[in-house]
């Protein structure tokens, strides 16, 4: 049988499952691409560390030049996180003739342009199916399944790191620190987590899908973003009471003034599918204007469902699918963005609003003054009553809001902020209905 050498830059624990797929399956890549995907080369940065998965004689060494020197390599596995030495590295393959398959989603969301012009420029093409929602085959499905559809919104559970958490704080009542403890030790969170539980990691792969689907040209950073890592266990428990479960969620959604972007703690009904989301699963439901409500769902990290990612990758490239989706998608071109993100403050929505109230006359009437003059109208109210005595016993206020602005709440949250009878900060989420 016919074969095409491939190589993979970095054995960790994607490398590992890319290896191991390449390797111990590949009749299983051969039957679907043609011919043999024949792994020639691995390039890591210590060849001395100990790893999981066996490699033939002679493959394993630290020499980039293996791989970029060799004609015969016409597809590479970029495997390498964070941002440098990894774009230098992709620079350096795709100068080599090299076509190239990622998983690094920050550095596409932080450099795309720049690789994906050199790319161009080089007649090269770069694939990315694992940088977002690793298992779950979502970047090919907006790009060509979906492509008879205008895409009208964007609503996913991205990061699957928040989501155990949440799930465990929620299922058993422990509070963010302790969930977060029990992530990292299940391997789910890293030593510092701050990248997944504040939402940048969501708002990079949000950024990713806004481009695909909308043509957007809006850096990660520039999305608005709140994260879970102030998430009190009172508000999970208040959610549920009201009927909801609160999700890290990442929105993207087209308006006739532009696209509304964010990523925040959101409010969503038990019993649709995006509050069915447990555990470290991702999901994302897309609306076609043509097609209507799709649903995709499964592991968004983990060696096997990304390795899964990479290698229908590297198949697509090695048989040509890429290279002609490459050059017609046309991705993080200069051409001008075909839409432009809404401003936030006049982005719409009901809100969750949680107060610590002073238990006296006329609190009630100070914070709901205070919404009517900033148009915020309430649909529900829930004040338990207080577990102390005394006139300055604080209770909790929670409202829930009927459709009014982000600004308008952001400005109300702030007043109401300031009241003496007002004691902490107050909580203020997005309800998705």
């Not at 996180?81 to 690094?104: F, Q, Y």
């Not at 609003?353 to 100070?366: K, N």
């Given at each position: 049988?016919?074969?095409?050498?491939?190589?993979?830059?970095?054995?960790?624990?994607?490398?590992?499952?890319?290896?191991?797929?390449?390797?111990?399956?590949?009749?299983?890549?051969?039957?679907?691409?043609?011919?043999?995907?024949?792994?020639?080369?691995?390039?890591?940065?210590?060849?001395?560390?100990?790893?999981?998965?066996?490699?033939?004689?002679?493959?394993?060494?630290?020499?980039?030049?293996?791989?970029?020197?060799?004609?015969?390599?016409?597809?590479?596995?970029?495997?390498?996180?964070?941002?440098?030495?990894?774009?230098?590295?992709?620079?350096?393959?795709?100068?080599?003739?090299?076509?190239?398959?990622?998983?690094?989603?920050?550095?596409?969301?932080?450099?795309?342009?720049?690789l994906f012009d050199r790319a161009r420029a080089l007649g090269r093409s770069i694939a990315f199916e694992a940088s977002v929602a690793g298992g779950i085959p979502i970047i090919a499905n907006i790009s060509?399944?979906?492509?008879?559809?205008?895409?009208?919104?964007?609503?996913?559970?991205?990061?699957?790191?928040?989501?155990?958490?949440?799930?465990?704080?929620?299922?058993?009542?422990?509070?963010?620190?302790?969930?977060?403890?029990?992530?990292?030790?299940?391997?789910?969170?890293?030593?510092?987590?701050?990248?997944?539980?504040?939402?940048?990691?969501?708002?990079?792969?949000?950024?990713?899908?806004?481009?695909?689907?909308?043509?957007?040209?809006?850096?990660?950073?520039?999305?608005?973003?709140?994260?879970?890592?102030?998430?009190?266990?009172?508000?999970?428990?208040?959610?549920?009471?009201?009927?909801?479960?609160?999700?890290?969620?990442?929105?993207?959604?087209?308006?006739?003034?532009?696209?509304?972007?964010?990523v925040s703690p959101t409010l969503v009904r038990i019993g649709t599918p995006l509050a069915e989301v447990r555990s470290a699963n991702n999901a994302i439901r897309v609306v076609g204007d043509a097609v209507?409500?799709?649903?995709?769902?499964?592991?968004?990290?983990?060696?096997?469902?990304?390795?899964?990612?990479?290698?229908?990758?590297l198949i697509d490239t090695v048989v040509g699918r890429t290279a002609i989706t490459f050059k017609l998608l046309n991705l993080w071109s200069q051409q001008p963005p075909r839409v432009h993100p809404r401003?936030?403050?006049?982005?719409?929505?009901?809100?969750?609003?949680?107060?610590?109230?002073?238990?006296?006359?006329?609190?009630?009437?100070?914070?709901?003054?205070?919404?009517?003059?900033?148009?915020?109208?309430?649909?529900?109210?829930?004040?338990?009553?207080?577990?102390?005595?005394?006139?300055?016993?604080?209770?909790?206020?929670?409202?829930?809001?009927?459709?009014?602005?982000?600004?308008?709440?952001?400005?109300?949250?702030?007043?109401?902020?300031?009241?003496?009878?007002?004691?902490?900060?107050?909580?203020?989420?997005?309800?998705?209905?």
């Amino acid at each position: 049988m016919e074969k095409t050498q491939v190589a993979i830059v970095g054995l960790g624990t994607v490398g590992s499952g890319v290896a191991k797929l390449l390797l111990d399956y590949g009749d299983r890549t051969a039957r679907h691409a043609g011919r043999a995907l024949w792994l020639e080369e691995v390039v890591v940065r210590d060849v001395n560390k100990s790893r999981v998965c066996e490699l033939p004689a002679g493959i394993l060494s630290n020499d980039l030049s293996r791989i970029t020197r060799n004609p015969e390599i016409k597809v590479v596995a970029h495997l390498v996180g964070g941002l440098e030495p990894a774009r230098s590295i992709m620079l350096k393959l795709l100068e080599g003739g090299k076509d190239v398959v990622t998983a690094n989603k920050a550095l596409l969301a932080e450099h795309g342009p720049e690789l994906f012009d050199r790319a161009r420029a080089l007649g090269r093409s770069i694939a990315f199916e694992a940088s977002v929602a690793g298992g779950i085959p979502i970047i090919a499905n907006i790009s060509t399944c979906l492509s008879a559809n205008q895409i009208t919104s964007l609503h996913g559970i991205l990061n699957g790191t928040s989501n155990f958490i949440l799930t465990q704080m929620e299922d058993r009542g422990w509070d963010y620190a302790t969930a977060l403890a029990e992530a990292q030790r299940l391997g789910y969170a890293e030593a510092d987590p701050a990248m997944d539980v504040d939402g940048s990691d969501a708002a990079q792969k949000l950024a990713i899908l806004a481009h695909l689907a909308f043509g957007a040209r809006v850096h990660w950073r520039d999305i608005p973003r709140v994260g879970i890592d102030t998430l009190d266990g009172a508000d999970m428990r208040y959610a549920k009471e009201l009927g909801y479960r609160i999700k890290l969620l990442a929105v993207a959604k087209l308006e006739r003034d532009g696209l509304e972007l964010h990523v925040s703690p959101t409010l969503v009904r038990i019993g649709t599918p995006l509050a069915e989301v447990r555990s470290a699963n991702n999901a994302i439901r897309v609306v076609g204007d043509a097609v209507g409500p799709v649903f995709f769902h499964g592991l968004g990290a983990g060696q096997m469902p990304t390795a899964s990612a990479v290698v229908a990758d590297l198949i697509d490239t090695v048989v040509g699918r890429t290279a002609i989706t490459f050059k017609l998608l046309n991705l993080w071109s200069q051409q001008p963005p075909r839409v432009h993100p809404r401003d936030y403050s006049q982005v719409t929505g009901r809100f969750y609003l949680r107060f610590d109230v002073e238990d006296r006359p006329g609190v009630m009437a100070d914070i709901t003054g205070v919404l009517g003059r900033h148009g915020i109208s309430i649909a529900s109210v829930i004040q338990n009553e207080p577990s102390g005595d005394g006139a300055a016993s604080v209770v909790p206020l929670v409202i829930m809001t009927h459709t009014t602005t982000e600004g308008a709440t952001r400005a109300a949250m702030e007043e109401i902020n300031g009241l003496v009878c007002v004691h902490s900060r107050s909580v203020r989420m997005r309800v998705d209905d």
